[in-house]
């Protein structure tokens, strides 16, 4: 598959930069083989929603703490980059230190007296609370909450609307999600495979188990080591492709497709 270039011609002339814009973005995948990225889903989201029961129960700077250093060491196993934070806006943050400065002029106790300005420790201590708390719930509403319920999936190709996007084992156990899709025929599949540097999986026999086996106990590579059969719509699959990730068969990347559609939205007769 060749993927399309565009190249622009330089001005001579100098123009002026554009203004880059902030982009406000709260929640990105972030690829990684960490403990934390092995983790299974359903851990995370009970972590997630013990620290946030926990700090809404008792907002105290003793729980605010171990929230914050359970989230810390999270981040720090993942080994999550910078980009990876959340990019906010400078009004944010604008805003974020109005609110702290205001807090400073309430009557809550104690009030300490700064040159001649009373300014209320209390109130500073208060609002960072309540601040982290609001923090903490709010995450835990959006992306557990709100974002899930409003997601809405738009399928550009009609005939897969209203199928499965899960296969299932041989005893009908769930595997696998379907999350690609190529247009083409077989041979059009096999030629972009194999230019991406993919190779076909040889079929489970006794001589390929036996291969893959010496292959991962004895470290060798097996480049057309068969992949465990999966069922899309009680079908096998059609191809099964997999390129290698390290010296044996231990180490490699797989994908499997099946032929759903005889022809497409792009009315190819494939």
């Known amino acids: 598959m060749n993927r399309g270039v565009a190249l622009t011609r330089e001005r001579t002339r100098r123009s002026r930069p554009a203004r ?50 359970v989230v810390a060491l999270e981040l720090l196993v993942a080994r999550l980059p910078l980009g990876a934070f959340p990019r906010l806006p400078t009004w944010f943050f604008v805003l974020f230190a109005i609110s702290g400065l205001l807090s400073l002029w309430s009557a809550t106790k104690p009030v300490a007296d700064v040159g001649g300005i009373a300014v209320s420790l209390g109130g500073l201590e208060q609002w ?24 809405t999936h738009h399928e550009h190709q009609k005939g897969l609307a209203d199928l499965p996007m ?20 077989n041979r059009d599949v096999l ?3 194999q230019a991406a540097g993919w190779y076909p999986a040889d079929p489970v026999t006794l001589r390929s188990s036996i291969e893959i086996a010496g292959s991962v106990l004895l470290d ?6 068969p992949v465990s059969p999966l069922f899309y719509l009680d079908r096998r699959e059609d191809l099964a492709f997999e390129k290698p990730d390290g010296r044996s068969a231990d180490h490699r990347h797989h ?13 190819r007769c494939d």
């Open 20 to 69: 880059r814009e902030t982009e406000l973005t709260f929640l990105r995948l972030v690829p990684g083989h960490s403990a934390v990225h092995r983790l299974w889903a359903g851990t995370k989201l009970l972590v997630a929603a013990e620290l946030a029961l926990m700090v809404s129960i008792s907002p105290t700077w003793e729980m605010i703490g171990v929230a914050a250093a």
């Open 128 to 151: 960072a609370r309540f601040t982290a708390l609001a923090l903490v719930l709010a995450y835990a509403f959006l992306a557990y909450l709100a974002l899930p319920a409003l997601w």
């Open 166 to 185: 899960v296969t299932r084992t041989a005893q009908g156990i769930p595997g696998d999600p379907i999350n690609v899709g190529l247009v083409g025929d």
């Open 191 to 193: 030629c972009a495979m």
């Open 220 to 225: 060798r590579p097996y480049r057309d080591a």
């Open 255 to 267: 994908v499997r497709f099946w032929k759903v559609l005889d022809q497409g939205q792009e009315q």
